[in-house]
């Protein structure tokens, strides 16, 4: 028996930023490199991933990456963590790792990185571990799960998945390999827990295909599909929707481009020819003859919808007559974004049908779905993973009607560490694990105190006041100026105004009587007393910059 344990780094009590480590014996596997998109709150933030920590100060022992489709949940940090400099092998299937190479951040190293391509017939031998994989169903092609087979047994780790009969070739699951998988001793099942609370049975996808084409055919004017860009089940069914409905195909968004080139190659797509037209061409076609597919950056359409709603997108306006078709069910953090794009689209005179109102489409294991896994796999213990709290406790649940105690699951935190011995599990120490938030370049710069500065500015304003002093004469040289903005309107506050010039003078005039001189403190006096000041009289509190500046006779100084 050796030592194993099992880290949430993250993708728990949270969505997305799915990254997981196994430590056994000695070497580190690290399943998945997800990021999540950022909370409401998080503003201006572009995407959240990992913190690197505990991989960084473990590089050596790391053994590989191993990822199990081409989400942004499960891949998107893995480029942020390359442009380190850090050169580990990478295992995925022919589409992840080609999704992965189109967002790598240095386009000089894309071919440079260890990447290795497997499938589900692939077998690896490390020192004292063995990794295998099987087939899943979800919304993009050639989905893995992965099983480590340690000294303390077989731990089974699922990705996104669900149990559709429906589906074939490369979306299809192998339930003999489950079988075969479950026949063994599995000490530990990493358990999909998105759609674990819901009570409802999904769609298949054959249904879902169904309800598109028939929208598409009676809709008799223009329709505007959005999508994520990496849900490639979603994209095939709006061509198929396209060519079944007689009309032409024109693609919009960046990621999407990128995406469906990259999926064609390799053909995971299939579209007939002459059915992609180029956006500029839209005004030579009938309102009733034309698809547009949509989506944003970071792979999210909402965010594009909005600017075709108020005419601040090149090519595409959203206008009455078009119908636009929301086929993607929001991430938690995109809810209220939802509802603005909903109530913008409609002011254009659009009208939003959304896939879930109707049926239920989801690329997540049901309660169903998920104890027919813990039957096939038969494992000792259950970690639920991929989901908010609510979701795993809901997992917990569904877990325990299928047999297995609840002293045998799990519900971990970010950081937390299960340790495996002589086939029992239990707590240990956790280790560094959090969120590092991106914004534009700037990796990990952000952090909460720039975070609560922006959102006083957006809730509150900023006040800028600007005063000129002789500080060899003690005196100020003119009036304080002051320019307020998302504060208060200046025109019909003027009162407000002028008195709070009349503070700065006199916090300034004030200071100026000491012996000693400190540029941070007569600027923090300036501060604290303008900041009472108006929260005295407005019960707000906006963010306060004093500019100080000097003059002394042919020398002038601005701190």
């Not at 429906?166 to 990493?190: F, M």
């Not at 390799?266 to 309102?287: F, H, T, V």
């Amino acid at each position: 028996m050796g030592n194993v344990k099992i880290i949430s780094l993250g993708g728990v009590r949270e969505n997305g930023k799915n990254i997981y480590a196994v430590d056994a014996d000695g070497e580190i596997f690290v399943l998945d490199f997800g990021l999540k998109y950022p909370e409401n709150e998080m503003l201006g933030i572009d995407v959240v991933v990992p913190d690197f920590t505990y991989l960084e100060e473990n590089i050596d022992r790391i053994a590989g990456v191993f990822l199990t489709h081409g989400h942004a949940d499960a891949i998107g940090a893995l480029p942020y963590f390359l442009h380190k400099g850090y050169n580990i092998p990478i295992f995925g299937s022919k589409l992840t790792i080609s999704l992965v190479k189109n967002n790598i951040i240095d386009t000089k190293m894309k071919n440079k990185y260890n990447f290795n391509v497997i499938d589900e017939n692939s077998e690896i031998d490390f020192e004292k571990v063995t990794i295998s994989f099987f087939k899943t169903t979800h919304t993009i092609p050639d989905s893995l799960g992965i099983v480590l087979n340690t000294s303390e047994g077989k731990i089974v780790y699922t990705g996104d998945f669900k149990f559709d009969f429906s589906q074939t070739g490369p979306y299809e699951t192998n339930l003999n390999r489950l079988a075969r998988i479950g026949e063994e001793n599995v000490v530990a099942l990493l358990s999909d827990s998105s759609n674990a609370e819901s009570m409802l049975s999904y769609n298949t996808d054959q249904e879902v295909t169904s309800y598109i084409n028939e929208t598409f055919k009676y809709h008799p004017g223009r329709i505007i599909a959005a999508s994520v860009a990496s849900n490639i089940v979603r994209i095939q069914q709006i061509i198929n929707a396209a060519e079944y409905s007689n009309r032409k195909l024109a693609i919009s968004g960046r990621d999407l481009e990128k995406i469906v080139r990259t999926a064609m190659k390799l053909k995971y797509l299939k579209l007939s020819e002459g059915l992609l037209i180029p956006l500029k061409d839209l005004k030579n076609y009938p309102d009733d003859q034309l698809v547009i597919l949509e989506t944003g950056k970071m792979g999210e359409p909402m965010k594009s919808l909005q600017r075709m709603a108020i005419g601040r997108y090149k090519n595409v306006r959203i206008r009455p007559g078009d119908l636009i078709m929301i086929t993607t069910s929001p991430s938690y953090a995109m809810e209220t974004a939802m509802a603005k794009t909903k109530d913008l689209i409609y002011r254009a005179g659009g009208e939003v049908k959304t896939l879930n109102d109707d049926i239920n489409a989801t690329g997540h294991a049901s309660r169903h779905d998920l104890q027919m896994l813990i039957k096939l796999i038969h494992p000792k213990y259950l970690v639920p993973i991929q989901g908010e709290y609510r979701q795993l406790a809901a997992h917990q649940e569904i877990a325990e009607e299928a047999g297995i105690s609840s002293k045998n699951v799990f519900i971990s935190d970010i950081g937390d560490v299960l340790e495996i011995k002589k086939g029992a599990m239990h707590q240990a120490k956790s280790v560094p694990a959090g969120d590092v938030m991106i914004d534009g370049i700037g990796v990990g710069d952000i952090g909460s105190i720039v975070l609560r500065d922006r959102k006083m500015l957006s809730e509150d304003g900023v006040f800028v006041s600007t005063v000129t002093i002789d500080r060899r004469n003690r005196k100020i040289i003119s009036t304080p100026k002051i320019v307020a903005k998302g504060f208060v309107y200046n025109k019909t506050n003027q009162e407000l105004l002028n008195d709070s010039k009349e503070i700065i003078k006199k916090s300034v005039l004030e200071y100026l009587q000491k012996d000693d001189f400190d540029w941070s403190e007569i600027k923090q006096d300036v501060r604290d007393d303008l900041s009472k000041f108006l929260f005295d009289q407005t019960k707000r509190h906006p963010v306060i910059l004093p500019v100080i500046m000097e003059v002394n006779q042919n020398k002038s100084n601005r701190q």
